[in-house]
């Protein structure tokens, strides 16, 4: 199936430990290339280094694994430093790392992965299938597990149900993108490619994996540090709905309780929750907790005795189910009425054609 649906992966980074070399091995199998571009933007100096590289050693460990773990020459590593930029730091916010992987695949496909971003193996080979089968596609999205204060958890509710999250209904994100010679990689937030005419083609033929049971599995918040910072990247940027977001993470990696367990992501208006996961993890994450568990690697994890507490309580049940019929309702309704305006954008230019 490799040789028949090539596939460029395109990751931004910044200190991605522990992750990185579980991530990168994932994907190795079924990769054309991977390309990497680490670095920080101008507002993430917090957690860089003074020239703008990760404070954690990514760079050095994407360097160790292109030297170890890389006999087919796939990855290619990316700084500010190689696209012109000499402090080290890439302008903007996204858009300049998303484009530097862009302009050098060679793959059919784009596969924008963040290095928290994990799929099984297997889904990874339904989803080339699936791409080889639908050649017209032109971007493919998926609904992700979202973990929160450790791996047995995840966040749920309104924010991870609502357009505005990811730009799709239910918040999916998208990833996979049809990619020709001409494309461009024109913004990060949401994902978008244009052709080589500056059309915007990445909702023309656009298709949801999880109509064929593939999920993402996005570890976004499971240990302290990515509450932390994570937490001052997103309040250092000019978007009201961030306002105060490190001291919210920090209370919230403090101590989630009854009083503030439906407020764990708050950005727009929405209620959000913690409920358990009992799926099963993708073998690189087993690994990644095998190895946290023998030593092999150390990271800080995060107390949840209070996640047990909350989860146990009979009274947080009842609240969850009565938020999670409030934004199923809220998510349907924003739904239609974007479905409707679309409809009748479309009637109008029938009309006028």
């Known amino acids: 199936m490799s040789h028949e649906t090539r596939i460029t992966f395109g990751m931004i980074v910044l200190n991605g430990e522990p992750f990185l070399r579980y991530n990168l091995r994932a994907i190795y199998p079924f990769a054309h290339q991977?390309?990497?571009?680490?670095?920080?933007?101008?507002?993430?100096?917090?957690?860089?280094?003074?020239?703008g590289h990760s404070i954690d050693g990514t760079l050095q460990a994407l360097y160790r694994?292109?030297?170890?773990?890389?006999?087919?020459?796939?990855?290619?590593?990316?700084?500010?430093?190689?696209?012109?930029?000499?402090?080290?730091?890439w302008p903007g916010e996204k858009d300049e790392q998303s484009r530097a992987y862009a302009e050098r695949a060679t793959g059919d496909w784009l596969w924008q992965i963040d290095v928290d971003e994990f799929?099984?193996?297997?889904?990874?080979?339904?989803?080339?299938?699936?791409l080889h089968q639908h050649p017209d596609t032109t971007c493919l999205c998926f609904r992700a597990y979202n973990f929160w204060g450790g791996f047995d958890y995840v966040a749920d509710g309104g924010l991870f149900w609502h357009r505005q999250y990811q730009g799709e209904p239910w918040g999916r994100y998208r990833r996979v993108f049809r990619w020709r010679p001409g494309y461009v990689y024109?913004?990060?937030?949401?994902?978008?490619?244009?052709?080589?005419?500056?059309?915007?083609?990445?909702?023309?033929?656009?298709?949801?994996?999880?109509?064929?049971?593939?999920?993402?599995?996005?570890?976004?918040?499971?240990?302290p540090h990515q509450f932390t910072r994570k937490g001052a990247y997103y309040?250092?940027?000019?978007?009201?709905?961030?306002?105060?977001?490190?001291?919210?993470?920090?209370?919230l990696l403090q101590e989630v309780n009854i009083s503030n367990g439906l407020r764990i992501m708050d950005q727009y208006g929405t209620q959000n929750w913690l409920v358990r996961f009992t799926g099963q993890h993708p073998q690189p994450i087993l690994d990644l907790r095998a190895d946290l568990a023998?030593?092999?690697?150390?990271?800080?994890?995060?107390?949840?005795?209070?996640?047990?507490?909350?989860?146990?309580?009979?009274?947080?049940?009842?609240?969850?189910?009565?938020?999670?019929?409030?934004?199923?309702?809220r998510t349907w309704r924003d739904h239609y009425d974007l479905s409707?305006?679309?409809?009748?954008?479309?009637?109008?230019?029938?009309?006028?054609?």
Not at 200 to 216: C, E, K, L, Q, S
């Open 34 to 51: 991977i390309i990497v571009a680490e670095g920080a933007s101008p507002r993430a100096t917090h957690a860089a280094t003074p020239d």
């Open 65 to 89: 694994f292109k030297a170890e773990e890389d006999p087919d020459d796939k990855l290619i590593i990316v700084t500010a430093e190689m696209c012109g930029h000499p402090n080290g730091f």
């Open 119 to 130: 799929y099984h193996p297997a889904d990874i080979e339904r989803v080339m299938a699936f």
């Open 186 to 223: 024109d913004s990060h937030r949401p994902p978008t490619i244009v052709d080589e005419r500056g059309r915007n083609i990445t909702r023309r033929r656009i298709y949801h994996a999880d109509a064929f049971g593939v999920w993402m599995y996005h570890y976004y918040l499971v240990f």
């Open 235 to 251: 309040q250092n940027q000019p978007w009201p709905r961030e306002r105060e977001r490190l001291r919210k993470n920090l209370d």
């Open 294 to 329: 023998a030593g092999r690697i150390t990271t800080e994890l995060r107390r949840t005795d209070d996640i047990e507490r909350l989860l146990a309580d009979p009274r947080y049940a009842q609240m969850v189910q009565a938020a999670a019929r409030r934004e199923w309702l």
């Open 340 to 353: 409707a305006v679309v409809a009748t954008a479309r009637a109008g230019g029938a009309m006028g054609a």
